[in-house]
């Protein structure tokens, strides 16, 4: 899956940081393209040149903020030295950015009927890989594709789930929770017992 929209005009970056801001403000089933005009101080006709519709609009809005996820999380895994240090930096900064992303706390605290389709049966499947495409860049130095993909899964699994459905003994934003659980559920699969990813 292709996550940059570096190609984006000026305009429509600017129309997808409006949409980002209206749906933070108000959830994404009250936004309307005339709310986003609005708050990207333009005429409607002007959203319309860059998106054709809303969906046209929420999907090129999805692509760019899984791009800047993306970008944020191979960062963060360039600067570290071990598999396990990767793995925990990218879980960490992921959730933060989530946690942090005020559209998708608006949806997920006011919205959640608009996620739950995403989160079951073939659908989670595709959420699923889309979210080990993310993130397995951050892995290619220690694994092959193949097992940064399955590892970018294992790892989308794990934090979704503690996303929504947090436990009371342990934070999946937390570093030293997350570098404990990677040690003894995730590198048991990726590496030998001679310290060689497999």
């Known amino acids: 899956m292709e996550f940059s929209t570096a ?3 000026p305009q429509a970056a600017r129309v997808l940081d409006a949409a980002l801001t209206c749906i933070g403000r108000v959830g994404l089933a009250k936004t309307t393209l005339d709310d986003v005009a609005r708050e990207a101080g333009c005429a409607r006709a002007t959203v319309y040149r860059c998106f054709a519709n809303k969906q046209q609009l929420l999907t090129a809005l999805v692509l760019r903020e899984a791009g800047r996820l993306h970008d944020r999380v191979v960062a963060e895994a360039a600067a570290t030295a071990t598999l396990a240090d990767a793995v925990t930096a990218v879980v960490v900064s992921a959730v933060d950015a989530l946690r942090g992303h005020p559209a998708l706390v608006f949806i997920c605290t006011h919205e959640p009927e608009l996620l739950l389709p995403y989160l079951a049966f073939e659908r989670e499947d595709a959420v699923l890989r889309n979210a080990a495409a993310i993130v397995a860049p951050a892995f290619t130095r220690f694994l092959d594709d193949v097992a940064a993909l ?6 989308a699994r794990i934090t979704l ?3 929504f459905s947090p436990s009371e003994n342990f934070d999946i934003g937390d570093d030293v ?4 659980l990677v040690a003894d559920f995730v590198l048991p699969g990726f590496v030998n017992s001679e310290g060689v990813s497999r």
């Open 177 to 180: 929770h997350v570098r404990a």
């Open 161 to 163: 789930s503690y996303l």
């Open 150 to 155: 399955r590892l970018g899964e294992w790892i």
């Open 7 to 9: 190609d984006l005009s």
